[in-house]
T-cell receptor, first 109, second 116 residues
């Protein structure tokens, strides 16, 4: 399969805690992206990290990329109940954007 | 500013029936995609259109056909629906600045299809 693999598949934390999810892929990439999906909705783009970047921040999001290990991680700091959603990594294989299997995050108030 | 619009939002079909899922975007994007999402399997690419006038198979194209009607519209057709095609279908689009795609995708809200 061309899909990326994400772990954990599911994650439950309390509000205020940090959430970390990981993505591994098999091909060479130009960039890696992270998306969020609220239950029953379409995906929304969160952040993009280029292959020549090692770390990128956007608000409470921190993304790292290790191209030598073909892996990326998404850290959400000081989580909120509203962060409850599924999170997907994605990367291009030629013109095709391939998604990981996703991490379901539940944040309890 | 509607973004990506999919119709219908919900549909129930009987095995063997045909139907077309419609997708339109108003962002002047040149690339459009159809994905299906099944529990525990993430999103899998069915077909994509890198630019107007071209279409290519993705990971799971069997049982589907597509038409890139114009720059705005990209439809997905099930000629003879099967229960295995019960899924949530998402259309997405992006601007393709050069030879290859590198940008973020904008998604519709999904079409939930049940085949009995």
């Amino acid at each position: 399969s061309q899909q990326g693999e994400e772990d954990p598949q599911a994650l439950s934390i309390q509000e205020g805690e940090n959430a970390t999810m990981n993505c591994s892929y098999k091909t060479s990439i130009n960039n890696l992206q992270w998306y969020r999906q609220n239950s029953g909705r379409g995906l929304v783009h969160l952040i993009l990290i280029r292959s020549n970047e090692r770390e990128k921040h956007s608000g409470r999001l921190r993304v790292t990329l290790d191209t030598s290990k073909k892996s990326s991680s998404l850290l959400i700091t000081a989580s909120r109940a509203a962060d409850t959603a599924s999170y997907f990594c994605a990367f291009y294989n030629t013109d095709k954007l391939i998604f990981g299997t996703g991490t379901r995050l539940q944040v309890f108030p | 500013n509607a973004g990506v619009t999919q119709t219908p939002k919900f549909q129930v079909l009987k095995t063997g029936q045909s139907m077309t899922l419609q997708c339109a975007q108003d962002m002047n994007h040149n690339s459009m995609y159809w994905y299906r999402q099944d529990p525990g399997m993430g999103l899998r690419l069915i077909y994509y259109s890198a630019s107007e006038g071209t279409t290519d198979k993705g990971e799971v194209p069997n049982g589907y056909n597509v038409s890139r009607l114009n720059k705005r519209e990209f439809s997905l057709r099930l000629e003879s629906a099967a229960p295995s095609q019960t899924s949530v279908y998402f259309c997405a689009s992006t601007h393709r600045p050069g030879r290859l795609n590198t940008g973020e995708l904008f998604f519709g809200e999904g079409s939930r299809l049940t085949v009995l």
